[in-house]
């Protein structure tokens, strides 16, 4: 199975603040990687797919890159509601596999 | 629009199954496929399976092989997941997701644009 490794597991940041989150695959994943929001008791949201595709709806300031192995999801202006928990999720091969989340706090 | 309603939370003990549905509506059932995800309490994420609307293909984590089962009713317009030998490390939030993708270039990718509110199942003596 493809491990998924994020970093970091948390961190705290303030309004205004640009903040980068990191996945590593074990292998490569031919940008098959979507970023997931999900606040306390909701279900998960999808805010980037193919690696660096912004899904509809999802504020400008989400930004996805990365190729091979490494992917990083970049907020460029965190706003107060964006406090949540990221994760990424290889969709390359069987069985799909979600990053550990990365918890971004005030 | 695209909405993902799944069945009540469900209190179960160990050894016994669950059976969780989503009914999927605001597009064509059988273009998609469901994918199951499911979250301890205070843990991250962890996908279970995937099956596909339109033939009923399936694949799930090794984790639940031979414990899950995943089928549609494109009828109703309805994806099920059902669990055996419950434990109580399956006490969880269960989540349905619509997934969609493309291949381009000889590249496919695949996403999971809407999910359900998801389920509670507990597992307790």
């Known amino acids: 199975a493809i491990q998924m490794t994020q970093s970091p597991s948390s961190l705290s940041a303030s309004v205004g603040d640009s903040v980068t989150i990191t996945c590593r695959a074990s292998?490569?994943?031919?940008?098959?990687l979507g970023w997931y929001q999900q606040k306390p008791g909701k279900a998960p949201k999808l805010l980037i797919y193919?690696?660096?595709s912004l899904q509809s709806g999802v504020p400008s300031r989400f930004s996805g890159s990365g190729s091979g192995t490494d992917y990083t999801l970049t907020i460029s202006s965190l706003q107060p509601e964006d406090f949540a928990t990221y994760y990424c999720?290889?969709?390359?091969?069987?069985?799909?596999?979600f990053g550990g989340g990365t918890k971004v706090e005030i | 629009h695209v909405q993902l309603i799944q069945s009540g939370g469900d209190v179960k003990k160990p050894g016994a199954s669950v059976k969780v549905s989503c009914k999927a509506s605001g597009y064509t059932f059988t273009n998609y496929g469901i994918t199951w995800v499911r979250q301890a309490p205070g843990q991250g994420l962890e996908w279970m399976g995937w099956?596909?609307?339109?033939?009923?293909?399936?694949n799930y984590a090794q984790n639940f092989q031979g414990r899950v089962t995943m089928t549609t009713d494109t009828s109703a317009s309805t994806a099920y997941m059902e669990l055996r030998s419950l434990r109580s490390d399956d006490t969880a939030v269960y989540y349905c997701?619509?997934?969609?993708?493309?291949?381009?270039?000889?590249?496919?990718?695949?996403?999971?644009?809407?999910w359900g509110q998801g389920t509670l199942v507990t597992v307790s003596s």
């Open positions: 099956t596909s609307a339109n033939n009923g293909n399936t």
């Open positions: 999720l290889q969709d390359y091969d069987y069985p799909l596999t």
């Open positions: 997701a619509r997934r969609l993708g493309y291949c381009s270039s000889g590249s496919c990718y695949n996403w999971f644009d809407s």
């Open positions: 292998q490569d994943i031919k940008d098959d």
């Open positions: 193919a690696a660096s």
